[in-house]
């Protein structure tokens, strides 16, 4: 089987080095990192924005033999997936992203995605009825069990049909990638859609290298029995499928040991975070997801986002005055409408505050077409509605919500409030907080959720919120915008720079790294899971040199 090298070779990995690997990569994800549109000029294209596709497309970018697999998500997708017959394109990444004709050439970075159609239907109960909600719901606590969920035929339809039968369309698109490199590539999958892709890989192309990585919540044994077996095991066997599986924590990573130990009877190791299944032995590790420093540094620097941060300062914090923020999408995980009880509390204990605190809300909607995140929009409108009358002061309202998709604007809004307020009933990990903490100018605090993935490593930093528990966000709020500066600037300090030195290079390094340990050691005998912040092992031989050793701790 081919090497993994871990070697600078590229701007991705410089300075300070990156993994990169001579395997080729397949990657898949369900949204791609580029999308196709129609306007009055033609074709255009747009480029993701994410730490995560920042990551992977500078990985994808620098390596000979890379394709970024992902569904075709606008009308324009499909044309271009027509055209190409299926096949995969060449797209230029630079400023102006544009597909490549077959016999143009190309100054600048490249990458290559294949886009899959799916039909309408199978597509809609893949993704609206299975993955969000139900999964999504399921692995965030979000029902509430007396009255939901209600697994009916039509789920249980939409899982065979839809989940099932996307996940082998994919599955499909992956394999024929890997066997069109030889049958060896590196595969990483992304995410709760594709938890059924390995197995299906792994029995068409045995000799590919396979790891996923779970960018939410997983819950522990218990919380999946909500689902019959009949979803849960073929789910856990998929994923099982994978040589490395990856969460944001280490308490998600043994909560998946669990589930294999408990609900499929496997034999696992809880401290070596190993799962034993068909004669081999999959590793299960925790990655923290993280952000790109320099480039949150550039957008902080941009003149339209200090023109931003200085009509923020001017609105919300004259004459002493100080603001909350928070930036979430319109997600019943985010748990906005208790934020906002929480607030509404403080200013009941508070009232000295009214007219000297004020709460921006920068709110992206999100998955409008599921009713509960419809009704969820509707409830929080209300919730603000009913805090913004009760304390309104000399005609300024407390909270200012905006339904924006404005990066500069967050960004601006991050740089300059005093607190920004991280609230969610679970979350996998939560950049808000991560990228808050690089760009506040002002030593904000940051209060954060106990059930955020950021919490296993920020909570020596952070005020820490119970979720559940608005007197307590309430009075967490009030030790923020009292707290004394050096403690302030203590804690956003030390957390900022853990930040920094743990970042999405490091995330996606320490994943390469695992994968090269693995192969080199073969799959049955790979090495049990290093403690946190515990050297790796060595990677040995001429093609393994390491030039960086940063790996997040958990
Ligand atoms: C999932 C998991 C995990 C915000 N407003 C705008 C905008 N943003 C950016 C933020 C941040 C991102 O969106 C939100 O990331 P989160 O991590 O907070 O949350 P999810 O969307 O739920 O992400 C989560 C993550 O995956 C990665 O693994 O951390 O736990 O749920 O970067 O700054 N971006 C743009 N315009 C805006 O108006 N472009």
């Known amino acids: 089987m081919a090497e993994i090298v871990t070697e600078s070779n590229s701007e991705f990995a410089a300075p300070g080095g990156a993994a990169a690997t001579e395997l080729p990569l397949v990657l898949l994800s369900h949204r791609g990192p580029i999308t196709f549109d129609w306007d009055e000029s033609g074709r255009t294209a747009s480029r993701g924005s994410g730490g995560l596709v920042t990551a992977l497309m500078g990985l994808a970018e620098h390596l000979a033999d890379a394709v970024w697999v992902c569904a075709a998500s606008s009308d324009e997708d499909r044309v271009v997936v027509g055209e190409a017959g299926g096949r995969s394109v060449l797209v230029a990444t630079g400023a102006e992203p544009a597909i490549v004709a077959g016999d143009d050439s190309v100054e600048g970075s490249t990458l290559r995605i294949k886009m899959v159609a799916v039909e309408p239907a199978a597509h809609d109960a893949f993704y609206a009825v299975i993955s969000n909600p139900l999964l999504w719901f399921v692995q965030h606590s979000l029902y509430g069990l007396a009255e939901s969920p209600v697994i009916t035929q039509v789920e249980h339809a939409a899982f065979d049909d839809g989940y099932v039968a996307v996940n082998r369309l994919f599955a499909d698109a992956v394999a024929d990638e890997v066997e069109a490199r030889g049958g060896k590539a590196l595969v990483m999958l992304h995410d709760y859609h594709f938890y059924l892709v390995a197995e299906q890989v792994r029995r068409r192309c045995p000799h590919a290298l396979l790891s996923h990585f779970v960018h939410i919540p997983w819950p522990g044994p218990d919380t999946w029995l909500t689902l019959p077996p009949t979803m849960r095991d ?21 909560n998946f040991v669990r589930c294999c130990q408990d609900l499929l009877d496997l034999p696992a190791d809880l401290d070596a975070l190993t799962v034993s299944v068909d004669g081999r032995t999959v590793q299960v590790r925790h990655y923290p997801i993280s952000v790109d420093p320099a480039a949150l540094d550039r957008i902080a620097a941009a003149p339209v986002t200090q023109e931003y941060a200085a009509d923020l300062a001017g609105a919300f914090q004259s004459d002493g005055r100080q603001l909350i923020l928070r930036v979430d999408r319109t997600d019943p995980s985010k748990n906005v409408v208790r934020g906002f009880l929480a607030f509404g509390t403080l200013l009941d204990n508070h009232p000295e505050l009214v007219g000297k605190v004020s709460f921006l809300a920068l709110l992206q909607p999100s998955r409008t077409d599921v009713p509960e995140y419809f009704d969820y929009i509707a409830h929080i409108g209300a919730v603000v509605a009913e805090v913004n009358a009760r304390h309104t002061n000399e005609g300024r309202q407390p909270i200012d919500m905006r339904m924006v998709e404005d990066y500069a ?24 907080a991560k990228e808050f903490l690089l760009v506040n100018s002002r030593d904000g605090v940051l209060a954060l959720s106990e059930t955020a993935g950021a919490y296993e ?97 958990g």
């Open 409 to 432: 604007l967050v960004v601006a809004a991050y740089s300059v409030c005093d607190v920004v307020m991280v609230n969610p009933v679970a979350d996998g990990m939560n950049l808000v």
């Open 234 to 254: 073929p789910l856990l066997r998929g994923l099982l499928g994978n040589d490395v599986v990856g969460f944001q924590t280490l308490g998600f990573a043994r």
């Open 457 to 553: 490593e920020l909570r020596e930093h952070v005020l820490a919120l119970h979720p559940f528990d608005v007197a307590q966000m309430a009075e967490a709020l009030y030790e923020a915008l009292t707290m004394d500066a050096d403690q302030r600037r203590e804690q956003r300090v030390a957390a900022a720079a853990h930040v920094r030195t743990h970042d999405v290079r490091a995330w996606l390094t320490a994943q390469l790294e695992d994968l090269a340990a693995v192969q080199r050691l073969g799959r049955r005998e790979a090495p049990a899971a290093p403690a946190a912040g515990a050297p790796l092992p060595p990677l040995e031989g001429a093609k393994h040199r390491r030039r960086t050793a940063a790996r997040p701790r």
